[in-house]
């Protein structure tokens, strides 16, 4: 199995600032790797897919890079709604896995 | 606009059989370039995937669960369903059915959840 882990585990941060989030697989999965945004009581939302491109109503302050092993999620502004625990998941091959989680807290 | 909501108990004993089905509104759970998904997380941890069904019947579960899983689609009630026998505490987690989807043009060979049901939340207790 590919394993993902994601770093840091947790974080806080203040309105406006920028946020990034890191995943690294253990061998490479090339692109293919998703971003999804978790809030209690609420559907997972993709924010984005094949490492970099943005899905359909996802806010631009969201954006994603790398390929390989190593890939990061970036939210270029933070605003009080990214509450949230955010996953990445490979889907370069079965089974497909995610990574920990990473839970982002509003200052 | 396609969505999706889980149902089924949510109180299981141990050893007995979890069963679980997600209803598709607003689109075909037939029809596309899709597979459907089981994917579970229990408390305080990560998301685990179960396994997956394509439009096409066939399906694919996580080595892990694979001798205790069952996944099918029922076409006539447009509906996903699990089954996940003998089962634990360490069963227990909140259980989301997901819509897999192959992208087109220069994404064409990538898979992704797109879609999601808010999930459902099974305790496995006597």
């Known amino acids: 199995d590919i394993q993902m882990t994601q770093s840091p585990s947790s974080l806080s941060a203040s309105v406006g600032d920028r946020v990034t989030i890191t995943c690294r697989a253990s061998q490479s999965i090339s692109r293919y790797l998703n971003w999804f945004q978790l809030k209690p009581g609420k559907a997972p939302k993709l924010l984005i897919y094949a490492a970099s491109s943005l899905q359909s109503g996802v806010p631009s302050r969201f954006s994603g890079s790398g390929s390989g092993t190593d890939f990061t999620l970036t939210i270029s502004s933070l605003q009080p709604e990214d509450s949230a625990t955010y996953y990445c998941q490979q889907s370069n091959s079965s089974p497909l896995t995610f990574g920990g989680g990473t839970k982002v807290e509003i200052k | 606009q396609v969505q999706l909501q889980e149902s089924g108990p949510g109180l299981v004993k141990p050893s007995q059989t979890l069963s679980l089905t997600c209803s598709v509104s607003?689109?075909?759970?037939?029809?596309?370039?899709?597979?459907w998904n089981w994917i579970r997380q229990p408390a305080g941890k990560g998301l685990e995937w179960i396994g997956r069904i394509y439009t096409s019947g066939s399906t694919n579960y996580n080595p892990s669960l694979k001798s205790r899983v069952t996944i099918s689609v029922d076409t006539s009630k447009n509906q996903l369903s699990l089954k996940l026998t003998s089962v634990a505490a360490a069963d227990t987690a909140v259980y989301y059915c997901?819509?897999?989807?192959?992208?087109?043009?220069?994404?064409?060979?990538?898979?992704?959840?797109?879609?999601w049901g808010r999930g459902t939340l099974v305790t496995v207790s006597s």
């Open positions: 607003g689109g075909s759970i037939s029809s596309g370039t899709y597979s």
């Open positions: 997901a819509r897999d989807v192959r992208g087109s043009g220069t994404y064409y060979g990538f898979w992704y959840f797109d879609l």
